[in-house]
C-alpha cells in the first residue's frame, strides 16, 4: 500500500535511509558510518520535519518499507535545510559523533567539502529521493511510490522534477530510465572515502499536464 507519509512514520524512514544509505546499499554491519541518527539528520530528516506534506511510504504487512520525499521547493530547499538542520547536526557532529564515531565524523567533513551550490538545474522546482528497504525492492514499490508523488506534483502545477544519484548505483541508474527519467548532468567528485571514480548524477523527468 502507499500512502501519504505521517510523522510518526519518520523512525522507519530513519531505518531505510541508512539501510540504503551506501550509494543503494546497506550501510548496517558495513563498518562506516556508525552514526544512523546524525545520517538521518543530514539525509532525510529534514522532509519528514518540515515537508511531510510532500511525503510518501510503501507500507507492507502494515511496516514501512520504503519512501520517497522531496520538495516542491527545490530552490529554498537547501538553505531551508541548512537553516534548520545544520545546528542540530553541528551539535551531535561535536558532541558526540566526533568521538563515539570517528569515521562518520570524518566524513561528514569530507562531505562539506565536496558539497556542491545546491541549486537545482534551470527550470527544475521540484526534486525527490527514494528508497525501499533491502528485502522489498524489486516489487513494484518503488513505481508505485513514485506514480503517487509524480501525480501529486502534476495536482500542483510542476512540470518536470530531477534527482541525484551516482555513477555506483546501478540499480537505482536502471530504475529510474525505467521511469523515463533522463540524464541532465554528470560531475566527477569525491563523496565517500575510498570509492574512486564517483560521479555525482543529476537526473530529471518531465511530467505530463494531463494522464
Ligand atoms: C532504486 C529503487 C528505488 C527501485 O525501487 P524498486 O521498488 O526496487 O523498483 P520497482 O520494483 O518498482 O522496479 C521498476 C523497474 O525499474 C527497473 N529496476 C528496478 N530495480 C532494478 C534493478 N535492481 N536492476 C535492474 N532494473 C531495475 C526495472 O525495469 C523494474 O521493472 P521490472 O521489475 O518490471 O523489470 C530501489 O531499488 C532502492 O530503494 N534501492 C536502494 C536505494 C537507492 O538506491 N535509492 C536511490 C538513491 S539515488
Known amino acids: 500500500m502507499i500512502r501519504p507519509a505521517r510523522e510518526g512514520d519518520a523512525a522507519a524512514i530513519e531505518e531505510i535511509c541508512y ?20 545520517f538521518a539528520l543530514i539525509f532525510c530528516l529534514y522532509y519528514v520535519r518540515y515537508e511531510i506534506e510532500s511525503c510518501f511510504v ?13 520538495s516542491g521547493r527545490a530552490g529554498t530547499c537547501a538553505a531551508d ?20 564515531h ?8 569530507r562531505w562539506r567539502r565536496h558539497q556542491g551550490d545546491g541549486c537545482p538545474p534551470p527550470g527544475y522546482r521540484a526534486l525527490l529521493h527514494i ?4 528485502g522489498y525492492q524489486r516489487r513494484g514499490l518503488g513505481s508505485g511510490l513514485m506514480a503517487a508523488f509524480t501525480a501529486k506534483l502534476r495536482e500542483e502545477g510542476h512540470g518536470c522534477v530531477y534527482l541525484e544519484t551516482s555513477n555506483h ?3 537505482a541508474l536502471d530504475f529510474y530510465r525505467k521511469c523515463g527519467f533522463i540524464e541532465l548532468a554528470r560531475k566527477a567528485g569525491g563523496f565517500w572515502s575510498g570509492v ?6 543529476t537526473m530529471g523527468l518531465r511530467l505530463p499536464m494531463h494522464q
Open 19 to 38: 539501510r540504503t544509505g551506501f550509494m543503494g546499499e546497506d550501510l548496517a554491519g558495513s563498518g562506516r558510518f556508525g552514526d544512523r541518527k546524525l
Open 131 to 134: 528508497n525501499i528497504l533491502p
Open 81 to 100: 535545510i541548512d537553516r534548520r538542520m545544520l545546528p542540530r547536526i553541528a551539535l551531535r557532529l561535536f558532541a558526540y559523533t566526533s568521538w563515539r
Open 196 to 201: 574512486d571514480d564517483f560521479e555525482e548524477i
Open 102 to 109: 570517528p569515521e562518520a565524523f570524518r566524513e561528514v567533513l
Open 58 to 70: 510503501a507500507e507492507q504487512d502494515g511496516k514501512v518499507v520504503g519512501y520517497i520525499i522531496g
Open 169 to 171: 548505483n546501478q540499480k
